[in-house]
């Protein structure tokens, strides 16, 4: 059974720092094609934050290059989100997306709040 677990999300002042953590189970870390953060605050769309192809490829949105770093542990078999310099604007749930070759597994989400 595949699950997806998130962790790491919390209250932090703005210009502070959280690092999000995605573990995946029932799923081989190696078949893993791409891993994503998404996140969805209240009355908007999920929108991309990063994301980390299995080739080492990295892609942010506009609104958060230079201040997050999206990474993995090979050892660990976890996704990070470092989020540094965070902003009110950065409030939302934050999910984790794993893409293999035929499914797509989602995270329950982890809520983020940054407060001003």
């Known amino acids: 059974q595949v699950r997806v677990v998130e962790s790491g999300g919390g209250l932090v002042q703005a210009g502070g720092s959280l690092r999000l953590s995605c573990a995946p189970s029932g799923i081989i870390f190696s078949s893993i094609n791409a891993m994503s953060w998404y996140r969805q605050a209240p009355a908007k769309q999920r929108e991309l934050v990063a994301m980390?192809?299995?080739?080492?490829?990295?892609d942010y949105a506009d609104s958060v290059k230079g201040r997050f770093t999206i990474s993995r542990d090979n050892a660990k078999n976890t996704v990070y989100l470092q989020m540094n310099s965070l902003k009110p604007v950065d409030t939302a749930v934050y999910y984790c997306n794993l893409r293999m070759k035929i499914t797509t597994a989602w995270g329950q989400g982890t809520q983020v709040t940054v407060s001003s």
């Open positions: 980390l192809t299995s080739g080492g490829n990295t």
